[in-house]
């Protein structure tokens, strides 16, 4: 796509919301699932738990990060050292991989997902904190505390402003306008999640602009020039140092080391997708949220988030983000805490009439995929075949 | 012993120099190397600096002396000087100053800190109650100028109360330990007997060293001693009445040296009078209190603020431009550390205020007055 036609022809949905929100919808809407009243008893609710969560942390919570830090490390050494056993017992190289991939994502998911979000700053250990913790990802923290912490988090879900629907180069919502480039909707999701944390490094420059304005504004120049600096010691550490002291032995390291980072990708891309897409899942406008109270902010966070259902080593190693409505609806409070807070995020719901969005994780992920899918194509409705 | 534990620990920093600037630190990026090797031994590869509690002594109902063993990056204390102690309480990190109590001669490589618990005290109670032998702690390196100068044979004056024994307690055992003890008096005041912390070994060293008068002043038992009560200029002039002559050291309540300055200044003499003062690390808690003046350490700059204002916004309205994100305590990108006082955190009405913790500046208000570091 030469650079004058990108201009032309770019979807602009990605970034501003569809006029579809301004013809009154007979769907609920965030206006009319709650009254005022009950929107503001909602938030006070959740509020008291979360309260109730705050003054129960204690000895055993800090024993549980500390202790996923301490298998994490274990599964990173024992994994590069199983990789380099595989050189005489192939086997232990299969063991290697899948104990190298799950240190990664244990390390990215409950661990330094978790902590860079001010879970564990309650602790007051400078060593687990929010304001020091560097995760291994090629993404820096800091960049990922911009676009996750504020932008994806504060504005979850509402067009325009949270830049994680769609990333950017997806249709994830029929909110987003359709465009041609979205018949690629399945190729762009694939290659997303096979290089995913180079997608989460890229986030926060916006690469998309090139396609809007062809070019990078310098605060997007400089932003890139950080995620390299951090990028270039992940790719020496895995892709380099660890293979080359294999010597002869360098190519089976080196596999080693690709799917190891694979697997994290893959698995992460999933349990984030199946966060915010699964059918049921609501996006927002920003008139939408014009004014938006405190209660008001608690019930986007939950129309806007899906759980899924499974075992307690799922949920440890999605990093709890199997409670993503309550991961949304309390981002800073321990991950470990989610399971007991769920059962009575669900029984509010139930209170009020509100949806309350889980399933297995085939169910969830099978209808994100049908999203990817359907969204390549253009709507049949004609009302939105004449937006964007 | 000492000589070998210290030749150890210099190989052993070497060891991890060498670790750290050669391939290994590129290789287990984003993290260090000793992030990996604390957890075979923190005490020697540990990031900060750590000690492990060696041995619990009882010295009174309410004090506790801890044998500390300090991990590698320890550098030996001058007699008089303080060390911060961190620990976990329900898991959360509290440090707190204390002064060393042993010499820096001690020949076993530790050091020691006498703790007496302190009524609302959370640290000093902890320590007291929980201590035990093995219990790792975090530790900063020892600091302070409240120390006996190197080179001096001016006649000295120690004048002590509770666990305001400590440093004078540690320059007392070094001097007795280099057989240097000079012409020297210590008033120290405790409650009763049972109270008096190190009353025993004071009292042998006075009897070992003649140039050590040593008077132990019980402030609510009357016994058979010579002084009772609280500390007054008659005290001082019943046992030394040549005070204005010594180099004069106190720690104690904040009222006691308060007493003593004054008295010292009144006599010309303020600048023979050493202090030891310990900062409370907690802000009285004034739990009605709403908003107050804000300092911002850093720029200097000062504000007004009320109750319901986060200090995010009065520190934008003071000109400053803090970093943040959300601006709604989500995000955690607003972190400040508070210097003194106390804020709000005005989601819960939950009051912060322990010096050193980071609050969220966007969703905390002034609760009195407060200072900030920006």
């Given at each position: 796509m030469s650079r004058s036609q990108a201009r032309s022809t770019l979807p602009k949905a990605l970034r501003k919301p569809a006029r579809a929100s301004r013809k009154p919808s007979t769907a609920a809407t965030l206006r009319t699932r709650l009254s005022d009243a009950d929107a503001k008893a909602f938030g006070e609710a959740l509020d008291a738990i979360r309260e109730q969560t705050l003054a129960s942390l204690g000895e055993a919570d800090a024993a549980y990060i500390r202790r996923m830090i301490r298998i994490q490390r274990g599964l990173d050494v024992g994994g590069r050292a199983l990789i380099y056993a595989g050189i005489f017992a192939p086997p232990a190289w299969i063991a290697g991989v899948l104990a190298l991939g799950s240190a990664k994502i244990l390390e990215n998911m409950e661990i330094g997902h978790n902590v860079m979000h001010g879970?564990?700053?309650?602790?007051?250990?400078p060593a687990i904190h929010s304001s020091t913790w560097e995760w291994?990802?090629?993404?820096p923290a800091d960049q990922w505390k911009n676009t996750h912490n504020v932008e994806h988090h504060t504005w979850?879900?509402?067009?325009?402003?949270?830049?994680?629907?769609?990333?950017?180069?997806?249709?994830?919502?029929?909110?987003q306008a359709w465009h041609p480039?979205?018949?690629l909707n399945p190729i762009a999701n694939a290659l997303l999640a096979v290089f995913f944390q180079w997608g989460v490094a890229l986030h926060d420059s916006e690469m998309d602009q090139l396609r809007t304005t062809g070019t990078l504004k310098p605060e997007s120049r400089a932003k890139l020039k950080g995620m390299w600096r951090k990028a270039r010691k992940q790719v020496l550490k895995d892709y380099v140092l660890f293979p080359a002291l294999?010597?002869?032995?360098?190519l089976p390291v080196l596999a080693g080391n690709i799917v190891a980072n694979l697997i994290r990708n893959l698995w992460s891309y999933m349990i984030i997708f199946c966060g915010h897409f699964p059918d049921g899942a609501e996006t927002f406008t920003e008139a939408e949220i014009a004014n938006e109270t405190r209660g008001r902010w608690y019930l986007r966070q939950l129309l806007g988030s899906c759980d899924i259902e499974g075992g307690k080593l799922m949920h440890v190693m999605s990093g709890n983000l199997s409670f993503q409505i309550e991961h949304h609806l309390f981002?800073?409070?321990?991950?470990?805490r989610y399971a007991e807070i769920a059962p009575k995020v669900r029984a509010l719901c139930q209170q009020y009439g509100l949806p309350y969005n889980s399933g297995s994780l085939t169910k969830q992920f099978g209808s994100v995929m049908k999203t990817v899918f359907r969204l390549a194509l253009p709507d049949r409705m004609p009302r939105l075949a004449t937006l964007g | 012993m000492a000589i070998s534990t210290q030749a150890d620990s210099a190989t052993s920093s070497r060891i991890s120099r060498l670790l750290s600037r050669s391939l290994v630190k590129p290789m287990v990026t984003p993290l260090v190397p000793g992030d990996f090797l604390e957890l075979v031994n923190p005490l020697r590869f540990g990031r900060g600096l750590r000690g492990r509690i060696e041995q619990v002594l009882s010295e009174t109902a309410d004090a506790r002396t801890l044998v500390i063993r300090p991990g590698r990056g320890w550098r030996a204390h001058r007699a008089g000087q303080f060390v911060s102690i961190g620990i976990d309480i329900k898991g959360v990190r509290h440090s707190r100053c204390y002064s060393i109590s042993?010499?820096?001669?001690?020949?076993?490589?530790c050091f020691s800190i006498t703790v007496k618990a302190v009524d609302g005290g959370r640290v000093s109670t902890h320590l007291v109650r929980e201590a035990q032998t093995g219990m790792l702690i975090h530790l900063s390196p020892a600091e302070g100028e409240f120390v006996l100068p190197s080179v001096s044979a001016d006649p000295l004056l120690f004048v002590t109360a509770g666990s305001g024994i400590t440093p004078i307690m540690s320059m007392l055992r070094s001097l007795a330990a280099r057989d240097a003890m000079t012409d020297a008096v210590l008033i120290h005041y405790a409650p009763t007997p049972a109270d008096c912390i190190f009353a025993d070994e004071l009292r042998a060293l006075a009897e070992r060293f003649p140039q050590l008068r040593v008077h132990l002043v019980n402030t609510r038992a009357t016994g058979d001693a010579a002084l009772s009560g609280h500390f007054s200029t008659a005290h001082l002039e019943q046992v030394c009445s040549d005070w204005q002559t010594r180099q004069a050291y106190a720690c104690g309540p904040r009222a006691l040296l308060a007493t003593l300055d004054a008295i010292w200044s009144q006599a010309g003499v303020a600048e023979r009078l050493q202090v030891e003062r310990f900062?409370?690390?907690?802000?009285?808690?004034?739990?009605?209190?709403?908003g107050g003046e804000v300092r911002f350490s850093r720029s200097g700059r000062l504000a007004q603020a009320d109750g319901a204002k986060p200090l995010l916004e009065v520190a934008e309205a003071a000109g400053l431009a803090p970093a943040h994100g959300c601006?709604?305590?989500?995000?955690?990108?607003c972190m400040v550390t508070l210097k003194s006082g106390c804020v709000r955190?005005?989601?819960?009405?939950h009051i912060h205020r322990d010096s050193g913790e980071l609050v969220q500046i966007c969703v905390c208000a002034a609760a009195g007055d407060v200072e900030i570091e920006l």
């Amino acid at each position: 796509m030469s650079r004058s036609q990108a201009r032309s022809t770019l979807p602009k949905a990605l970034r501003k919301p569809a006029r579809a929100s301004r013809k009154p919808s007979t769907a609920a809407t965030l206006r009319t699932r709650l009254s005022d009243a009950d929107a503001k008893a909602f938030g006070e609710a959740l509020d008291a738990i979360r309260e109730q969560t705050l003054a129960s942390l204690g000895e055993a919570d800090a024993a549980y990060i500390r202790r996923m830090i301490r298998i994490q490390r274990g599964l990173d050494v024992g994994g590069r050292a199983l990789i380099y056993a595989g050189i005489f017992a192939p086997p232990a190289w299969i063991a290697g991989v899948l104990a190298l991939g799950s240190a990664k994502i244990l390390e990215n998911m409950e661990i330094g997902h978790n902590v860079m979000h001010g879970q564990w700053d309650w602790m007051r250990d400078p060593a687990i904190h929010s304001s020091t913790w560097e995760w291994d990802n090629t993404c820096p923290a800091d960049q990922w505390k911009n676009t996750h912490n504020v932008e994806h988090h504060t504005w979850t879900n509402v067009l325009g402003k949270d830049r994680d629907v769609g990333y950017g180069i997806l249709r994830m919502s029929d909110k987003q306008a359709w465009h041609p480039y979205y018949l690629l909707n399945p190729i762009a999701n694939a290659l997303l999640a096979v290089f995913f944390q180079w997608g989460v490094a890229l986030h926060d420059s916006e690469m998309d602009q090139l396609r809007t304005t062809g070019t990078l504004k310098p605060e997007s120049r400089a932003k890139l020039k950080g995620m390299w600096r951090k990028a270039r010691k992940q790719v020496l550490k895995d892709y380099v140092l660890f293979p080359a002291l294999a010597g002869p032995f360098f190519l089976p390291v080196l596999a080693g080391n690709i799917v190891a980072n694979l697997i994290r990708n893959l698995w992460s891309y999933m349990i984030i997708f199946c966060g915010h897409f699964p059918d049921g899942a609501e996006t927002f406008t920003e008139a939408e949220i014009a004014n938006e109270t405190r209660g008001r902010w608690y019930l986007r966070q939950l129309l806007g988030s899906c759980d899924i259902e499974g075992g307690k080593l799922m949920h440890v190693m999605s990093g709890n983000l199997s409670f993503q409505i309550e991961h949304h609806l309390f981002p800073d409070l321990p991950s470990n805490r989610y399971a007991e807070i769920a059962p009575k995020v669900r029984a509010l719901c139930q209170q009020y009439g509100l949806p309350y969005n889980s399933g297995s994780l085939t169910k969830q992920f099978g209808s994100v995929m049908k999203t990817v899918f359907r969204l390549a194509l253009p709507d049949r409705m004609p009302r939105l075949a004449t937006l964007g | 012993m000492a000589i070998s534990t210290q030749a150890d620990s210099a190989t052993s920093s070497r060891i991890s120099r060498l670790l750290s600037r050669s391939l290994v630190k590129p290789m287990v990026t984003p993290l260090v190397p000793g992030d990996f090797l604390e957890l075979v031994n923190p005490l020697r590869f540990g990031r900060g600096l750590r000690g492990r509690i060696e041995q619990v002594l009882s010295e009174t109902a309410d004090a506790r002396t801890l044998v500390i063993r300090p991990g590698r990056g320890w550098r030996a204390h001058r007699a008089g000087q303080f060390v911060s102690i961190g620990i976990d309480i329900k898991g959360v990190r509290h440090s707190r100053c204390y002064s060393i109590s042993s010499a820096p001669e001690r020949a076993d490589g530790c050091f020691s800190i006498t703790v007496k618990a302190v009524d609302g005290g959370r640290v000093s109670t902890h320590l007291v109650r929980e201590a035990q032998t093995g219990m790792l702690i975090h530790l900063s390196p020892a600091e302070g100028e409240f120390v006996l100068p190197s080179v001096s044979a001016d006649p000295l004056l120690f004048v002590t109360a509770g666990s305001g024994i400590t440093p004078i307690m540690s320059m007392l055992r070094s001097l007795a330990a280099r057989d240097a003890m000079t012409d020297a008096v210590l008033i120290h005041y405790a409650p009763t007997p049972a109270d008096c912390i190190f009353a025993d070994e004071l009292r042998a060293l006075a009897e070992r060293f003649p140039q050590l008068r040593v008077h132990l002043v019980n402030t609510r038992a009357t016994g058979d001693a010579a002084l009772s009560g609280h500390f007054s200029t008659a005290h001082l002039e019943q046992v030394c009445s040549d005070w204005q002559t010594r180099q004069a050291y106190a720690c104690g309540p904040r009222a006691l040296l308060a007493t003593l300055d004054a008295i010292w200044s009144q006599a010309g003499v303020a600048e023979r009078l050493q202090v030891e003062r310990f900062q409370a690390a907690l802000a009285p808690a004034n739990a009605g209190a709403v908003g107050g003046e804000v300092r911002f350490s850093r720029s200097g700059r000062l504000a007004q603020a009320d109750g319901a204002k986060p200090l995010l916004e009065v520190a934008e309205a003071a000109g400053l431009a803090p970093a943040h994100g959300c601006r709604m305590g989500i995000c955690h990108g607003c972190m400040v550390t508070l210097k003194s006082g106390c804020v709000r955190d005005l989601r819960s009405g939950h009051i912060h205020r322990d010096s050193g913790e980071l609050v969220q500046i966007c969703v905390c208000a002034a609760a009195g007055d407060v200072e900030i570091e920006l």
